[in-house]
């Protein structure tokens, strides 16, 4: 007697077993997929021993911890990339349903760009679009991109480039690296600040783990110095800074008016310029109210940049 337990090979596939299989497809990776899904690793890979099984071939092959997708999961995936891009937009739909027709616009963004940008594009948006609703969130890039990449973000704003085939990115050359000093340091007077005067200062800086760790990483290269105290985003850098505990390198994101006031910004040499990222998936169409919020968004951007580096060029600040 045949064994009905296990399902033969060519069984369907329900739900749940193509968000697990495409959830896997985007992120590469057990764990990433699990943490997508909110569930445990090994769930995720109990699941693709099912869904392996039911199909009745390999879908991936394990090269060096990564998961390799094959011809067939590849072919698997471009059908599953509209099924997941219509359940998408069915609870969009729900969603807006439940705001009594009100449009929904999903944003999210690095750190970075939620202490003024976002909320100050996100108040013009609002007062144009009275009846629209909008979800935020500030992610780290690791947490951003499957999101964006699964259709649960309309707009993503970084100040890393995604670079995946499945989005569609503008990038705007509208940022730079500055340093930010205790109002009364004996630098504030300085028009430019390079490296080797820093030297011998309480640095606060970043992981390298990190976006801008790895970007301020050539500024210090003519010099041996590293951080005497490591911090996760700009906006505790700026904190240890107001509380007079040392320098910071940030970007010009994170500068508000409050900690131009606070502190000493001064624009550092050789110049490290930085890009604005804001992207969105292909396979949805990002539709008016994110093309108008992006819109909000890069005129403050372009207009707040080119106010702060008409501060920047001109003569020294005293303090």
């Known amino acids: ?14 739900l749940r077993q193509i968000e697990v299989f495409h959830a896997i497809m985007v992120t590469g990776s057990i764990s990433e ?14 699941a693709l021993a099912t869904i392996e099984q039911r199909v009745g071939f390999v879908l991936f092959e394990r090269i060096k911890g990564r998961l390799h997708p094959t011809k067939e999961a590849s072919q698997i995936f ?10 998408s937009q069915l609870n969009d739909m729900i969603s807006t349903l439940a705001t009594q027709g009100n449009g929904l616009l999903r944003i999210a963004s690095t750190p970075s760009f939620a202490e003024w940008l976002v909320p100050e594009a ?14 935020y969130r500030p ?8 999101q964006l990449l699964l259709g649960q973000v309309d707009v993503a704003i970084s100040t890393v480039d995604p670079d995946h085939p499945n989005l569609q990115t503008q990038s705007l050359p509208l940022g730079q690296i500055v340093c930010v000093l205790p109002r009364r340091h004996p630098l504030a007077n300085e028009p430019v600040l390079r490296a080797d005067m820093l030297a011998g200062e309480t640095l606060i800086g970043y992981g390298s783990d ?8 050539s500024f210090w290269n003519s010099v041996d110095m590293a951080p005497k105290i490591e911090v996760r985003s700009p ?5 240890f800074v107001r509380a007079g505990v040392g320098v910071a390198l940030i970007d010009t994101y994170g500068v508000t008016a409050s900690l131009a006031a606070e502190t000493c910004i001064k624009p550092i040499a050789p110049k490290v310029e930085l890009k604005v990222h804001i992207s969105h998936n292909r396979t949805q169409p990002i ?33």
Do not use: W
């Not at 996100?122 to 979800?135: N, S, T």
């Not at 890039?141 to 499957?146: E, G, K, R, S, T």
């Not at 990190?210 to 990483?217: A, E, F, N």
């Not at 951007?301 to 008409?310: C, D, F, N, P, V």
């Open 1 to 14: 007697m045949p064994d009905r337990s296990k399902p033969l090979p060519g069984a369907p596939l329900n």
């Open 33 to 46: 997929a699990g943490r997508l899904l909110h569930v445990s690793q090994p769930a995720i890979s109990r």
């Open 78 to 87: 471009l059908a599953t990339e509209s099924i997941h891009s219509e359940v």
């Open 122 to 135: 996100v108040g013009l948006f609002i007062k144009r679009y009275p009846d629209a609703r909008v979800k």
């Open 139 to 146: 992610q780290s890039m690791d947490a951003l991109l499957p």
């Open 210 to 217: 990190t976006p801008l760790g790895t970007r301020v990483q």
């Open 235 to 239: 906006q505790t850098a700026c904190a």
């Open 287 to 319: 539709g008016p109210l994110g093309k108008a919020f992006v819109r909000i968004f890069e005129s403050i951007l372009k207009t707040r940049y080119e106010s702060l580096e008409t501060q920047l060029a001109q003569a020294d600040r005293t303090p």
